[in-house]
């Protein structure tokens, strides 16, 4: 299993930057990519973006590209996920999740993130 933790989460002035952090532990050289993902009041949850844990490519949804950028540090096991140009719009719970094969199978608890215009 792998265990997930983030943080970082808060409120932010539009326009403004936050970076969120996401712990993991426990079988994380099974990892294949790590992904965050968003889910705001009264919505399906959303792709953010992810990268390869081991390459340290990434992919973004359009929504977020060049404003977010996902980055990760292996020797620590931590994603990170730097938000900046935040728009009231981004406001959501954010979530990070693991894949070893197919699918997310792993997932934090979530952080909120709150962008007052």
């Known amino acids: 299993q792998v265990q997930l933790v983030e943080s970082g989460g808060g409120l932010v002035q539009a326009g403004g930057s936050l ?3 996401c712990a993991a532990a426990g079988r994380t050289g099974s990892i294949y990519n790590m992904g965050w ?3 705001a009041p ?3 949850r959303e792709f953010v973006g992810h ?3 081991s390459a340290g490519s990434t992919y973004y949804a359009d929504s977020v590209k060049g404003r977010f950028t996902i980055s990760r540090d292996n020797a620590n096991n931590t994603v990170y996920l730097q938000m900046n140009s935040l728009k009231p719009e981004d ?3 954010y979530y990070c999740a693991s894949r070893l094969g197919t699918q997310y199978s792993y997932w934090g608890q979530g ?3 709150t962008v007052s215009s």
Do not use: D, N, P
Request: glycine residues 6%; proline residues 0%.
């Open 51 to 53: 990268i390869s844990w």
């Open 91 to 93: 406001t959501a719970v």
């Open 19 to 21: 970076r969120l952090s």
């Open 111 to 113: 952080t909120q993130v």
């Open 42 to 44: 009264g919505k399906e």
């Open 37 to 39: 993902f968003r889910q």
